[in-house]
């Protein structure tokens, strides 16, 4: 599956390499080139930070795709307070020089959004993180909500979908400006693939797979909190 064409450099950092190169020839053009060499290695710097490559999206219909570059930090049995249901919790520290760009970790429909504000701000990790969730829903009615943690308004994550528009399984659907804390909530049936301390590649790395038939009681998932610091 094929994510289609896109410029290398994703659309959010055009403006900024542009400033910062611009920058650098004011500079070259006032104060010679030894003054615009910085500048114009930062704007490399940010060429390389906002870069959009391809991915290779397998061809496996049931199946979860990590959403961003990173390391899984936590697989757990959580409660989704988005959908009010029990899920399978996997939390993603995305990768801080890896693409910023996130894909959507299934094929269907975004049926909706929310961005909510930090309710404890003296807590610590992800507790003090302003989060945008997307709720994604396959065409068997699998409910995936994909919710983005960042630390600063003005980082606010990009969303490139409305409520409503469907989206194909590892399609770009938004960027985390200079990365954050992902997490990914999947049915409590779905089984999951990785494990915690992967290294994991957004649109080509499979992080579960959804079932849909009845498991026997035999072979239950166990799911165990492993977090890292």
Known sequence: MSSGPHPYIAREGWLLIAAIA??????KLNFGLLAAIPLWLLCGVMAYLFRDPERAVPAVPLGVVSPVDGEVLAIEAARDLY??????????????????????PI?????????TQAEDVSGSGSDRLDRYAMWLQTDENDDVVL???VGSKALKPVCYYHSGERIG??????????????????PASSRVEAAVGDKITAGSDILAMLIHQSVPAGEAQETAVVLKT
């Open 147 to 149: 919710v983005m943690g």
């Open 83 to 104: 959908l009010e249901r029990d899920v399978i919790r996997v939390a993603i520290r995305m990768n801080r020089l890896g693409s910023y760009v996130t894909r959507a």
């Open 22 to 27: 611009a920058s650098g020839l004011i500079a």
């Open 169 to 186: 399984q590892g399609d770009r659907c938004g960027l985390v400006r200079f990365g954050g804390h992902i997490e990914v909530l999947l």
């Open 107 to 115: 094929e269907g429909k975004l049926v909706k959004h929310w961005y």
